[in-house]
């Protein structure tokens, strides 16, 4: 029988936004701003991990000055080798996609504001498509949903009026 694990998905360890709606860096309440998103993946589960891309999408809306409402949606497919008990190379992969929505705090956003860094947090729902099937593997081939937590914090680096840069890192964690 398989054993179906916690499952780590560190993914996101950089995003990098192309708004597409103006995102000053001296936002106000009211304001919001919609962001495609790019990033690299390690997705963990059982002992073993897989790397590989993030795609996605954000909206966020300052309710209230400097503390902003997020929605999001992230693509994420992975791949990679692991040694199976018996020494072998085994190919080992997971499809996900994860839909979140939570809080985020800025830090140093008043006008004329080129560097803000922030934080935040929330929840998530996580659906599967896990291949990690090698001998002595906890996880096995398994499809599902799970529920989370992530965490988030980085920088918004204003390039443009319209246009920021915002590397950041992310964690999120799901019980499969």
Do not use: C
């Amino acid at each position: 029988m398989r054993e179906k694990g916690r499952l780590a998905d560190s993914a996101i360890a950089l995003l990098v936004a192309a708004l597409l709606v103006s995102a000053r860096a001296q936002a106000a309440e009211g304001d919001s701003r919609a962001g495609l998103l790019l990033g690299t993946t390690t997705f963990q589960a059982g002992g073993a991990q897989s790397y590989g891309t993030t795609f996605g999408f954000n909206y966020g809306y300052e309710f209230v000055d400097n503390l902003q409402w997020d929605a999001a949606a992230f693509f994420s497919s992975t791949s990679g080798p692991v040694t199976d008990a018996n020494g072998q190379q085994q190919t080992i992969r997971a499809v996900n996609n994860e839909l979140r929505t939570g809080l985020t705090a800025f830090f140093n956003r008043g006008q004329g504001s080129n560097v803000v860094p922030f934080a935040g947090g929330g929840v998530s729902m996580l659906y599967y498509d896990i291949d990690y099937t090698y001998a002595g593997s906890k996880v096995g081939k398994t499809a599902g949903s799970a529920p989370g937590a992530y965490v988030q914090g980085g920088v918004e680096l204003r390039l443009t009026q319209s246009i920021t840069f915002i590397p950041q890192f992310g964690y999120q964690t799901h019980l499969i």
